[in-house]
C-alpha cells in the first residue's frame, strides 16, 4: 500500500485546511487510516482514526475542530481542519493500519499556524 497525502502549508489561527490522503496498491488490506502529527522535539501522536466502516476517532485536542471523512471509492481519506491555533504547528502524516496489523505511512507534509 502506498499514501500519497497532500501539501500543507502556511496558515492563520482560526483558519481551515484540508488534507487528503489517497491510497493505491493492495487497498482491500487496509483496516483503517488516520493522520499522526509530529511537533518540533515532540513524539509522534494520533489525530484523527477512521475505520473501513467508518467507525472515528480524535485525539482530544482536535474534538470539534477536526473532522476526518472517507471517500472509500475513491480510496481517500479527507481531514477537515478549522480553527487552528498555533499548537496545531507541525509536520502532518498520513496512516494506514493494515491485515495483520502492518502499517504503511505516507510522506510527511507541514503545517505551521501563525497568531
Known amino acids: 500500500v502506498q499514501l500519497q497525502a497532500s501539501g500543507g502549508g502556511l496558515v492563520q489561527a482560526g483558519g481551515s485546511w484540508r488534507f487528503s490522503c489517497a491510497a493505491s496498491?493492495?487497498?482491500?488490506?487496509?483496516?483503517?487510516t488516520g493522520w499522526y502529527r509530529q511537533a518540533q522535539g515532540k513524539q509522534r501522536d494520533l489525530v484523527a482514526t477512521?475505520?473501513?466502516?467508518?467507525?472515528?476517532n480524535y485525539a482530544d485536542s482536535v474534538k470539534g475542530r477536526f473532522t476526518i471523512s472517507r471517500d472509500n471509492a475513491k480510496n481517500t481519506v479527507y481531514l477537515q481542519m478549522n480553527s487552528f491555533k498555533p499548537q496545531d504547528t507541525a509536520v502532518y502524516y498520513c496512516n494506514a493500519v493494515l491485515l495483520g496489523n502492518l502499517s504503511a505511512w505516507g510522506q510527511g507534509t507541514e503545517v505551521t499556524v501563525s497568531s
Open positions: 477512521i475505520t473501513r466502516v467508518g467507525s472515528t
Open positions: 496498491g493492495y487497498t482491500f488490506s487496509i483496516s483503517a
